[in-house]
């Protein structure tokens, strides 16, 4: 949803453990999600993406799992990596144009 | 996202000066998204363009801001008379149809 200026919520790992992250959307017309990687300095870059109709999807050391009944993604990072430490954002788009409501982001730290 | 191209990557305009960023969406991408983000908060939706078309101006201040994506050339964000406030990094994301849109690295603009 909307972020409101709050500092971002941050998540430390050590290296090589599992990363979760999670993301909670209010509208529930979305039915199309995309993480999104944010390095300092750089742009968004596309992580991986899940439509309404999976509960799950799995890419190289990441996977995504949608529970569409409590309105909850999450992301998967496996044997996080120092190259993994950004902020990431969720982002749900709902039909027509896709006018995409961002979350607030959580920043992971990797504990080397 | 290196395929969206965005220039300048820094701008610095005095308060009153009139601020220009430029957006190269991916080749063959024809839908143009821009955003603003604040330090250590999400991205704001301002407006999405297509070809010679403003679709979506919704997160656009009403004054001193707008956005064109002309037949031929890059989508520009033109801000006048800027002011201290629209210091930002402002992100501009291109899509193929109405899905994933991949982002540039963005334009950082300080007003002094």
């Known amino acids: 949803g909307e972020n409101v200026g709050l500092h971002l919520p941050t998540l430390s790992v050590q290296e090589g453990d599992n990363s979760i992250i999670n993301c909670a959307y209010s509208n529930s017309a979305s039915d199309y999600f995309i993480w999104y990687k944010q390095e300092s300095g750089k742009g968004p870059q596309f992580i991986i993406d899940i439509r309404s109709n999976m509960d799950k999807r799995q890419g190289q050391r990441v996977t995504v799992l949608l529970n569409k009944t409590v309105k909850h993604l999450s992301l998967q990072i496996a044997a996080t990596q120092p190259g993994d430490s950004a902020v990431y954002f969720c982002?749900?788009?709902?039909?027509?144009?896709?006018?995409?409501?961002f979350g607030i982001g959580t920043k992971l730290q990797v504990i080397p | 996202n290196a395929g969206v191209m965005q220039n300048p990557r820094h701008l610095v305009r005095r308060r009153g000066q009139e601020a220009r960023l430029r957006c190269s969406p991916m080749?063959?991408?024809?839908?143009v998204y821009w955003y603003r983000q604040l330090p250590e908060e999400g991205l704001k939706f301002m407006v999405y363009l297509q070809k010679e078309n403003i679709i979506d101006e919704s997160g656009m201040p009403k004054e001193r801001f707008s956005a064109e994506f002309p037949k031929e050339g890059p989508s520009i964000l033109r801000i006048q008379q800027v002011v201290r406030g629209d210091s930002a990094a402002y992100f501009c994301?291109?899509?193929?149809?109405?899905?994933?849109?991949?982002f540039g690295p963005g334009t950082r603009l300080l007003v002094l």
């Open positions: 994301a291109s899509s193929p149809l109405e899905e994933t849109q991949y």
């Open positions: 982002a749900g788009f709902s039909g027509g144009y896709q006018k995409v409501t």
């Open positions: 080749k063959g991408h024809s839908h």
